[in-house]
């Protein structure tokens, strides 16, 4: 429950105050519609000497009808806008801490999973003020003005309205939540246990289709949509039962109305139109308090997807910005000193003893086996990881001792894994530079060897490339993230395997195409193939885990 306390009171006091004042309205201008109109029905059946005796009647009708409506609204725009509000600071909070955790603290976890809970369940988390919080408010608000209405027109009627309500609006949320949490919780994990597999499906659609897991996929599937339906059910048998009882209570509390201010009536002590409006009032101000039963059947849900929500919140970024940053020197050499680095859990070292420097300028290819950690230094030289001993420095200042924005702002980088966004040829590369224009967009794709992707793609550079590239092949994909990189104005460039995926022939062209652009850039590059490089570069063998640095003859 704090959890999502937590998570209302961001929406700002004012805002949270307007709109239960006017959910309030709303819930009493509907009290006071059916009380006047039936007043108004009583007081016409009593065939008065003159209409003017009906008039007030007949302005709060009108005037509470309109109210209603009116009312309903504002709240409606005033509660909306605060959750909508919520939901984009948990969003934004959310993705802005993903950010700090990739890729180190990200290790294992599930791009689905991760996809759940910045996607459903903070969209879950919609119902913590609609549906919970302001409601529940708005009743006792509510409740506090029925009863003292009730106590001036018929004392005696008070402590039984006191009594319905308290089991409307404190008993059955109380059983609801209870009752329904297993089956909330349960539903909250299958849905982002099947957003994960459906993600995971999607991307490995192709072997699933041909390599024989389809049958074990439609099983996994299959165990998913089960549990969400025994759930829902579950829920079902929840809610429905506390809407029986809601709608009993507010009939039990029109009898009781009726039964103790009819003897007022028949005393003469109470006037007759009072019958019908306390009747009717009475039982307009259930509205109130009758649907926390059902309402409070979702805390279960809600209370799984803010835990999920907490426990990504909770983990630390393996790297972190120092205390008290360094400035960005001027000299941009690149240097390993002495490096060794393990990843957890692994009783191997990936690099020990690593001594590397990339002057300003120069070009290094770093060459060898795979597992040898040449993706691993490109990784500790953008601070993805810190090394376990020894250090990566830039001008003489050790890498953790500098800000993580200053520090990757000099590396324009293509890793391996060329990421490539559902949108546009002109989207993907203007992640590189905001400010290109489409001659010089053109020409680089020109240069790249993707002239006939420019073709082929419907509108050229507005031609959609699919999700996550599905519509070009893996070389396409790969020069596109060059590209990319190319056009960031970086004065380092790392390129990672950028030609794993090319013929010789386009190879080559890229090479160029690298060499040509990034004349003032410094690049460090890992690649399985050293004898398409040109002379400028020089060759770094890595050999188990200690490096050979050799010139290209």
Same mark, same amino acid.
């Given at each position: ?33 059916? =009380? ?7 007081? @016409? ?7 003017? +005796? ?12 309109? &109210? ?19 939901? %984009?600071?948990?969003? &934004? ?11 180190? $603290?990200?290790?294992?976890?599930? *791009? ?61 949320? @109380? ?16 849905? =982002? ?6 993600? #995971? ?54 009898? @009781?109305?009726?039964?103790?201010? %009819? ?15 306390? $009747? ?17 059947? @979702? ?37 390993? !000193? ?31 086996? &795979? ?37 990757? $702002? ?72 060059? *590209? ?12 990672? #395997? ?8 386009? $190879? ?5 195409? +690298? ?15 050293? !004898? ?6 020089? +060759? ?7 490096? !050979? !640095?050799?010139?290209?003859?």
């Amino acid at each position: 429950m704090s959890g999502l306390w937590r998570f209302v009171q961001g929406g700002g006091r004012a805002r949270m105050v307007g709109s239960v004042l006017l959910g309030t309205g709303t819930v009493l201008a509907s009290v006071g519609l059916l =009380a006047a109109s039936g007043a108004l029905i009583t007081g @016409a059946a009593l065939q008065p000497d003159s209409l003017l +005796v009906l008039l007030p009647l007949i302005t709060s009708v009108r005037l509470f009808g309109l &109210s209603r409506a009116a009312l309903r609204y504002a709240e409606r725009l005033v509660s909306h806008d605060l959750t909508f509000r919520l939901l %984009g600071q948990v969003r &934004s909070a959310t993705l802005r801490h993903l950010t700090q955790l990739a890729p180190a $603290a990200l290790v294992g976890v599930r *791009g689905g999973d991760l996809l759940a809970r910045v996607r459903s369940d903070v969209d879950e988390l919609q119902g913590v003020y609609l549906r919970l919080f302001a409601p529940t408010l708005v009743a006792a608000l509510t409740a506090l003005v029925t009863l003292a209405l009730v106590w001036l027109v018929a004392p005696p009627l008070a402590p039984i309205t006191a009594g319905l309500l308290t089991v409307a609006g404190v008993v059955l949320p @109380a059983v609801a939540v209870r009752a329904a949490a297993p089956a909330g919780q349960t539903q909250n994990a299958a849905r =982002a246990e099947l957003g994960a597999a459906t993600l #995971e499906a999607l991307h490995g659609l192709p072997d699933l289709l041909t390599g024989g897991g389809r049958p074990a996929a439609e099983q996994h599937f299959a165990g998913l949509l089960t549990t969400l339906e025994k759930a829902e059910i579950r829920r079902t048998q929840v809610t429905a039962p506390a809407n029986v009882v809601r709608d009993a209570l507010g009939g039990l509390g029109l009898l @009781a109305a009726l039964a103790l201010v %009819g003897q007022g009536v028949a005393a003469g002590r109470t006037p007759e139109p009072l019958l019908a409006a306390a $009747a009717l009032g009475l039982l307009a101000s259930f509205e109130a308090v009758g649907n926390l039963g059902s309402a409070w059947a @979702a805390h279960g849900a809600l209370q799984a997807a803010a835990r999920r929500l907490g426990g990504l919140r909770a983990l630390s970024p393996t790297v972190q910005d120092p205390q008290a940053a360094a400035a960005l020197p001027l000299d941009l050499t690149l240097r390993f !000193e002495g490096v060794g680095f393990e990843y957890p859990g692994q009783d191997r070292s990936t690099l020990r003893n690593l001594t590397l420097t990339l002057r300003p300028g120069e070009r290094v290819a770093v060459v060898g086996p &795979s597992g040898a950690g040449k993706s691993t230094l490109l990784a500790l030289a953008l601070r993805f990881w810190d090394p376990s001993n020894g250090r990566v420095s830039l001008g003489n200042v050790d890498l953790r001792g500098l800000q993580l924005t200053d520090l990757r $702002a000099c590396f324009a980088w293509a890793p391996q894994q060329a990421e490539v966004f559902g949108g546009t040829l002109r989207g993907n590369l203007l992640l590189g530079d905001r400010e290109a224009r489409d001659a010089d967009l053109t020409a680089l794709l020109t240069d790249l060897g993707l002239g006939a992707l420019l073709a082929r793609l419907p509108g050229g550079l507005d031609g959609w490339v699919g999700e996550f590239g599905a519509q070009l092949s893996a070389g396409e994909r790969a020069r596109l993230s060059v *590209g990319r990189a190319l056009l960031r104005a970086a004065p380092i460039l790392l390129l990672d #395997e950028p030609t794993a995926h090319l013929d010789p022939a386009n $190879a080559r062209r890229l090479l160029s195409t +690298v060499e040509e652009r990034a004349c003032a850039q410094s690049v460090l590059m890992v690649t399985h193939q050293p !004898e398409l490089l040109g002379t400028q570069w020089r +060759v770094v063998q890595l050999t188990g885990h200690l490096s !050979e !640095e050799a010139e290209r003859t």
